[in-house]
């Protein structure tokens, strides 16, 4: 089992900085994907949309709509991860969901855990 805690959200006007982070702890050493998923106003939790990711010796991932303003990091520890948001937009208004994918050493996925969800609002 893994526990992810998130933190981090918070009100913002537009063109604003928050800074996410998520903690993970339990079964942490076959984590090999970390990522943030954010689920907006009046979407089902089927429509989350991927922000961004990280694999282990990975690149990082990002949606079209974050490139060049979100940025996505691994903590020193490898338990945390971290989402920079710059110039921040309405539409970024979402709940941000931490999540980590476990896979075998071979590559082979095992199941993925989700945190408790953090509000990001930005108005105009």
């Known amino acids: 089992q893994v526990q992810l805690v998130e933190s981090g959200g918070g009100l913002v006007q537009a063109g604003g900085s928050l800074r996410l982070s998520c903690v993970a702890s339990g079964s942490i050493f076959n984590i090999k994907t970390m990522g943030w998923y954010r689920q907006a106003p009046g979407k089902q939790r089927e429509e989350r949309e991927l922000?961004?990711?990280?694999?282990?010796?990975?690149?990082?991932n990002y949606a079209d709509s974050v490139k060049g303003r979100f940025t996505i990091s691994i903590g020193n520890a490898k338990s945390t991860v971290y989402l920079q948001m710059n110039s921040l937009k309405p539409e970024d208004t979402a709940v941000y969901y931490c999540n980590a994918d476990r896979a075998t050493v071979f590559g082979r996925r095992l199941d993925a855990y989700w945190g408790q969800g953090t509000q990001v609002s930005v108005s105009s």
């Open positions: 922000v961004a990711s990280i694999s282990t010796g990975g690149s990082p």
